[in-house]
């Protein structure tokens, strides 16, 4: 079986989820900031990755509440579900197929990451910044979960308003877009090279003259 740079053996499974080489997180980016293009349509104070408020002694129901201090969420944005409220959008992509929703329906995995992202994240953004959350999450063939389901369909719909355009137009671009991005971003986990680039020598210290002997390089050129 051929290893992967991680060491671990690789198949297509594998491809898809392997964090060598960074394409995972150039999925989740591109989502990411496509999101962010369309509320940027219809939304003010649209800011990717903001930093959440320091917290001052809240105490949370969940212990997996994040607490940190550089605790980010992947978009925010205002007047989204009520005038001048924030609300907050967190992306995220798993492949169904990974070993940890084994023996787990579609619909119980696509439960167990937004409860997972829910514990996390949404009691801080109620309580600290009287903001809402958001969830968008794909599988890595672009299956979307409920939540992002309604999120995409509200979003669609204020699109539409602003651009005066069939709510049906603005869901089948959205869609295509989506799908697109998600398309590229397999293929570019499963073609992209997980091997580090190679290393250039440094010139400091180079002798010049000896591999230009070695090779024969200057009676090739005169
Ligand atoms: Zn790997």
């Not at 690789?10 to 060598?20: L, S, T």
């Not at 150039?26 to 930093?51: F, G, N, S, Y």
């Not at 944005?77 to 579609?106: C, E, H, K, V």
């Not at 937004?114 to 600290?128: A, F, G, H, S, T």
Request: aromatic letters at 8%; hydrophobic letters at 35%; proline letters at 5%.
């Amino acid at each position: 079986m051929l290893l992967c740079e991680c060491i671990c053996g690789n198949d297509v499974n594998h491809a898809i989820i392997c964090k060598q080489g960074g394409f995972i997180c150039i999925r989740h980016d591109e989502v990411r900031d496509l999101t962010a293009q369309m509320l940027e349509e219809v939304c003010k104070d649209v800011t990717i990755e903001p930093t959440l408020l320091p917290l001052g002694g809240e105490n949370f129901r969940y212990r997996t509440s994040n607490t940190s201090d550089k605790a980010r969420v992947d978009v925010s944005a205002r007047g989204f579900w009520a005038l001048g409220q924030l609300s907050f959008f967190g992306i995220q992509i798993f492949d169904p197929m990974a070993p940890y929703y084994n023996n787990l329906t579609i619909e119980a995995s696509h439960s167990l990451n937004e409860y997972e992202k829910i514990r996390m994240y949404k009691e801080r953004l109620q309580n600290v910044h009287q903001g809402s959350l958001n969830l968008t999450i794909f599988t890595t063939s672009g299956g979307m979960g409920p939540r992002a389901k309604a999120f995409y369909s509200r979003l669609a719909e204020m699109m539409a308003e602003k651009k005066q355009q069939p709510k049906s137009s603005i869901v089948s671009w959205m869609r295509c877009r989506l799908s697109f991005t998600l398309l590229r971003s397999a293929i570019l986990c499963l073609r992209g090279t997980r091997s580090p680039p190679p290393k250039s020598a440094h010139i400091q210290n180079l002798d010049f003259e000896q591999p230009v002997i070695d090779s024969r390089v200057n009676e090739r050129l005169y």
